[in-house]
């Protein structure tokens, strides 16, 4: 009876030393998962705020590109409008009148031994020559246009002029008259003066 006794003590210690173990190991095993867990949730929270970063990053890249976008179309337009007036223009131009005088600036020269049109400018005076350079887009080249000064002092000299050279300041509505071979110091004393087309005969 004795030995029933302390086989059964021995048995339920067994059982209580497993469930002891068991509770051990399972409360390892838990604890590891926590463990594991937070380490999860730290990385999520990381790739999380990079995910934010990143979306703030293309939210700000977004509203630049639409200003971008913005600034193009106004470009554009403006492009579409200057190349309407130039169209009208050359237009006008080409039916050898113009509805109304073009105001001009003008600048002189009085070197070159040859046009871009091919006119031989060397020893001629300006009234010989009566060529101006014009910007092509502007003025065609190779036509002939009637240029009047308001200016008492510049009035003579008025006259129609021939659009055979181009220069490399000459641009828009800038028009370069040729002041002869040699004028240096009337090409100087002229300076920049404005003046008006009153007429262009196309090519």
């Given amino acids: 009876m004795l030995l029933m006794k302390k086989s059964l003590r021995n048995v339920i210690l067994g059982i209580a030393a497993t469930g002891i ?6 409360y390892l095993t838990i604890s590891k998962e926590l463990a594991n867990t937070k380490e999860i949730n730290k990385i999520s929270s990381v790739e999380i705020n990079n995910l934010n970063e990143k979306n703030q990053q293309l939210v700000a890249l977004n509203e630049q590109l639409q200003a971008d976008k913005i600034l193009l ?24 009148s113009i509805e109304r005088s073009i105001s001009i600036e003008c600048t002189a020269y009085c070197d070159g031994y040859a046009t871009a049109s091919g006119d031989i400018l060397a020893g001629k005076s300006r009234e010989e020559a009566m060529v101006v350079a014009v910007d092509p887009d502007f003025i065609p080249l190779g036509s002939t246009l ?4 308001d200016d008492p002092e510049w009035e003579h000299l008025s006259g ?34 404005s003046a ?4 262009i005969i196309a090519p």
């Fill in 21 to 26: 173990l068991f509770g051990a190991n399972s």
């Fill in 73 to 96: 179309q106004e470009q554009n337009a403006s492009l579409e409008e200057e190349i309407a007036y130039r169209e009208s223009r050359m237009n006008s131009v080409s039916r050898g």
């Fill in 146 to 149: 009637y240029i009047a000064f």
């Fill in 160 to 193: 129609y002029y021939k659009a055979s050279d181009t220069g490399g300041a000459v641009a828009g509505n800038i028009v370069d008259i040729y002041m002869g071979d040699g004028a240096y110091s009337e090409s100087m004393s002229f300076g920049r003066r």
């Fill in 196 to 199: 008006r087309v009153l007429e």
